[in-house]
């Protein structure tokens, strides 16, 4: 069914500015700039070892502009949505259906390269938010050849970020999130633990190398919508922590001093700012 995180969306409102942020967080120039005729958005893709991370802003009238807008207005910038790999679209969208989810039929869309001719052609299966725990998701299948979304070239000086090591999910009922995630997008739950001296519970579900994983306070407020999660950080993998580090404060970002990760062997440090609202860890493996 689902073969992999292909890709996160982070919804900016000045796509130029979060362009020229993310060139220099990742050390990489854009894979793809584009737009969405039909839709009414632009975007820039950077296209990691792994995934891809698409910035996507308003550019005109459409329902997905209207729809971006109002998560802008309500929420600024920040991580949007997950899309999920599938081979093909039509058998994804019955497979959703059969595991209890209110898939769309598939729907045939299209990018079109900026100052270019080049198009991109996909086909998307969207799911209702009150499905998906009001974090957007679509499953996707590529319809154009994998070339025309190369790599991100890596910059001068190299020590670049390379992949997404894992997604953060909050949510105040992991049960119900373990409930979509595992039982009925299908990914694999490898790990479901608590920790008492974080206040928290953690789950990872595990597709194509990737991790999605779903943090749930142990005390949660009074006010947390249980219905609701919440799409809130991206982790990145590096080869060289430290060079990575240099680099980035050398380009102006807020980043903290490295520190041992939580799982024995990493090395962490976290960027505070400018990640247009995006939770964002630097982690070399062990």
């Known amino acids: 069914m689902l073969t992999s995180l292909d890709h996160v969306v982070i919804a900016v409102r000045d796509l130029e500015a ?13 894979s793809w700039r584009g737009t969405h005729p039909v839709w009414g958005t632009a975007n820039t893709l950077f296209r990691l070892a792994n995934t891809y991370v698409e910035l996507l802003a308003p550019a005109g ?4 502009a209207e729809v971006l807008r109002a998560q802008l207005a309500a929420r600024g910038d920040g991580p949007y949505a997950l899309a999920f790999g599938c081979a093909d679209a039509e058998v994804a969208a019955a497979a959703l259906r059969a595991a209890g989810l209110a898939a769309g039929d598939p729907v045939a869309a299209a990018g079109r390269a900026l100052g270019s001719a080049l198009e991109r052609q996909w086909r998307s299966v969207f799911l209702p938010l009150s499905d998906t725990r009001a974090v957007p998701m679509l499953a996707i299948a590529h319809r154009s050849p994998a070339a025309l979304l190369p790599p991100a070239a890596a910059g001068p000086g190299g020590a670049t970020i390379d992949a997404i090591d894992h997604v953060v999910i909050m949510t105040a009922d992991a049960d119900g999130a373990s409930a979509l995630y595992r039982d009925r997008l299908g990914l694999r739950l490898a790990f479901d633990r608590t920790f008492d001296a974080r206040g928290l519970r953690l789950l990872f579900f595990r597709i194509g190398g990737i991790t999605v994983e779903v943090a749930a306070p142990l005390a949660a407020g009074v006010d947390a919508d ?5 799409f809130w950080g991206i982790s990145y993998r590096v080869a060289d922590i430290d060079a990575v580090r240099a680099r980035t404060l050398a380009a102006g970002f807020d980043v903290s001093a490295v520190r041992d990760g939580h799982k024995p062997g990493t090395r962490v440090c976290t960027v505070r700012a400018e990640t247009h609202g995006v939770a964002t860890l630097l982690l070399q493996p062990a």
Request: cysteine-free; hydrophobic content about 25%; aromatic content about 10%.
């Open 18 to 30: 979060a362009t020229a942020t993310y060139t220099a967080l990742y050390g990489r120039s854009p």
């Open 61 to 64: 009238a459409g329902r997905h």
């Open 226 to 230: 249980r219905d609701a999660d919440r």
